[in-house]
C-alpha cells in the first residue's frame, strides 16, 4: 500500500491512514495513536480492540460438551456479545451419563468467559456479553500465568499418580478449567487486539493453542487414574517425572531463549519414548496406556519448541 507523503508548511509531513483500517478500529478525530520505528519502518498502532460485534447461535439438540465449544470458539474470535438461544431445557452430558438443564451449562461456560458476564436470560435464551475491555498489556501476565498454572496441575497429577492419591489427582479438573479460562482468554486477546509485533500474532496463537491441548493431556489422565486407580512400578514412576519436567524445562526454553535448548528437550523426548516401549512387557496393559497417553503431551511440547524458535526469528 503505497501512500503520498503531504507537506505542511517547512516542516510538518503527514500521510494519511488506509480508511478501511480507521473504520475497522473506530479511530476518530483527536484519538491518539502508538507510533513506534523500526529501522527504515513506522509501526502505527492503537490500543483499541476489534469491534466484532454481535452474534446469535441455536444450540437446539448440541449436548453440553459441543455447546461448550461452539460458545468457546465464538468468544475466542472476539464477538462482545453472544446470544445463545435453546428449544429444550434439557442437554446431555455423554461424559457422565446425565441431563443436564441447558441454563445450569451456561452459567458454567459464562464463569471460564474472562470479562464476560450473563446480562439476561429467559425461558429459551440466554445473553452474555462482555464487561470489560480487553487490553494488549494483558497479554503477557495471561500467558505466564498459563504457563505456571500448568506446570503447578503437572505436578500435582505426579504427586497423585505416585502415591496413589485420588483427592489430589481430582483436583485436576478444577485446575483444567483455570488454565482453560487464561488459555481462552490469551487467544481472544491475540484475535482481538494482536500482539506488538502483528508478524508474531499467529505463532504466538499456535503456542498457546497447544498449551490448552497439553492441560487436556493432563486432564484425561487424571480421570484414567481415579477411573483404574492401578499402581505404578518404579521405572514408570521416573519416566512420568521425566515428562512433567519437560514441561519446566519449555517454560524456561519459552522465557529464556536459548537455541542450544532445544535440543536438551528432543532428548528427553525420545528418550522416554524409548522407556516407554522397554517397560512394554514388563508393565500392565494400564499402566502402558497410561504412559503411552502422558507422552502424547511430548509431542506437543516438540510442536511448541519450533514455533518458539520461529518466534524468536521473526522480525
Given at each position: ?304 519448541s519450533e514455533a518458539r524458535v520461529g518466534l524468536e526469528y521473526?522480525?
Open positions: 500500500m503505497k501512500r503520498k507523503v503531504i507537506q505542511i508548511a517547512n516542516s510538518t509531513q503527514l500521510v494519511s491512514l488506509p480508511r478501511k483500517w480507521s473504520q475497522k478500529y473506530n479511530i476518530q478525530k483527536g484519538d491518539e495513536l502508538d507510533v513506534e520505528e523500526q529501522g527504515d519502518k513506522i509501526i502505527v498502532g492503537t490500543e483499541k480492540t476489534l469491534e466484532a460485534g454481535n452474534v446469535e447461535i441455536d444450540i437446539t439438540g448440541l449436548d453440553r460438551t459441543s455447546t461448550l465449544y461452539c460458545i468457546l470458539a465464538l468468544y475466542k474470535i472476539g464477538y462482545d456479545e453472544i446470544t445463545i438461544k435453546f428449544e429444550e431445557p434439557f442437554t446431555h452430558h455423554y461424559r457422565v451419563n446425565e441431563k443436564k438443564k441447558v441454563i445450569s451449562v451456561l452459567h458454567e461456560i459464562a464463569n471460564r468467559l474472562s470479562g464476560f458476564e450473563i446480562i439476561q436470560q429467559k425461558e429459551n435464551f440466554c445473553v452474555i456479553k462482555q464487561m470489560s475491555e480487553p487490553s494488549k498489556k494483558e497479554f503477557e501476565v495471561a500467558l505466564r500465568r498459563v504457563f505456571l498454572l500448568l506446570i503447578d496441575a503437572s505436578k500435582d497429577l505426579l504427586d497423585a499418580a505416585k502415591n496413589k492419591d485420588m483427592v489430589l489427582a481430582d483436583t485436576i479438573e478444577e485446575k483444567h478449567d483455570t488454565v482453560m479460562t487464561f488459555t481462552s482468554y490469551c487467544l481472544r486477546l491475540l484475535n482481538k487486539v494482536g500482539y506488538d509485533n502483528y508478524k508474531k500474532t499467529i505463532i504466538l496463537y499456535h503456542i498457546v493453542s497447544n498449551l490448552d491441548k497439553i492441560v487436556d493431556v493432563l486432564k484425561y489422565s487424571a480421570r484414567d487414574l481415579i477411573a483404574f486407580r492401578f499402581t505404578l512400578n518404579k521405572e514408570s514412576k521416573k519416566i512420568l517425572e521425566d515428562i512433567d519436567k519437560s514441561i519446566s524445562m519449555y517454560y524456561d526454553f519459552f522465557y529464556k531463549f536459548d537455541i542450544k535448548r532445544i535440543q536438551t528437550l528432543y532428548e528427553n523426548r525420545d528418550m522416554m519414548l524409548k522407556s516407554i516401549r522397554r517397560l512394554a512387557k514388563k508393565c500392565t496393559p494400564m499402566e502402558i496406556l497410561y504412559l503411552t497417553n502422558m507422552s502424547s503431551l511430548l509431542e506437543l511440547i516438540t510442536d511448541i521473526q522480525k
